[in-house]
């Protein structure tokens, strides 16, 4: 069953607190690690995130240690076990890249998820367990997950990318405005269900999220090589767009005479435009951006308008208490954004 990241999160915040375990799968780079650590958070859960590619079996039920006497030998928990065992308030612990563990490893996993114990070590009862994979297709090291470790699992889903999921992550995490405009304006971009060939990358919201990372410190006649090691050939038309956004008016030359200020026809620089002047938006400067809004929407571009609306709220939700914001509920960008 495929599941978009909202349902995702929404679905963990769900079997989190029932103690339910659940198997996330998906590509490399789509957020599976970022979407648990926001169920964690939102559930209340101190998270615990372990590699079992990296394990032995002994991680999982501790070292044997024999007795003074030697007549007999305990297993010692020892490392995210012992942490495990100790934990007196809520914890979430997350099995990430469990389908690149070796056999042994995932069978030592099976008791824990069942039972809730391996050996003498019982769990507490705070304890839940989420489990995360690429999968076989992805060259990513993974060979299979034993049949009776999945069926330990409540439910198991693969994660699919959403453009509308991404963008909204994006502009609340300040990622680079000119980037989620350009993935707005080409979403088939966001991933790709291609393999990278020997060491060349592809792009996915993990690598996005690197490029936007960069546009903030690399001089401009670095970009090409940089954006085409991070998301392969998607820099190219990447790079094209902000081109045509660096053509544009600034979002403070439009803060400035937002009466006047050139409205672009293309829809590459209408999404530029929104995206650059949201970013800019404040509680001091929204009755000015409001102006420009209306433009856009006499100008026919209302969905665009919309969108400037939004982000600028995501970005700065002091945005939302200024008067112009509230004065504009009533009218044309009110009546857009609930969709009249």
Known sequence: MQVSPSQLKSLLEALI??????????????????????????TGRDLLISHPVVEDPTDSKGLPFPAADGSAARFLPFGDLERVLRSTSPLLWFLDDLGQASTAVQAAKMQLLLARRIGEHKLPDHVTFVAATNRQTDNAGVSRILDPLKSRFATIVELKTSINDWTKWA??????PMLVAFLRFRPDLLSSDARGKGMANVHSPRSWGLVSKMMGVLPQELEVPAFNGAVGDAATEFLAFLQIARELPSPDA?????????????PAALF???????????????DRVTVYAERLIEAGHGEFAALLVRDAVRRNEEVSQSPAFIVAQGGPIGALIRGE
């Open 254 to 266: 439009i803060l400035a005479s937002p009466h006047t200020a050139n409205i672009p026809t293309r």
């Open 17 to 42: 607190p029932q103690r339910l375990p659940a198997l996330i799968t998906g590509a490399p780079g789509i957020g599976k690690s970022d979407i648990v650590e926001q169920a964690a958070e939102s």
């Open 272 to 286: 530029a435009i929104a995206s650059a002047l949201a970013a800019q938006a404040t509680q001091s400067n929204f």
């Open 171 to 176: 502009v609340a995490y300040g990622v680079q």
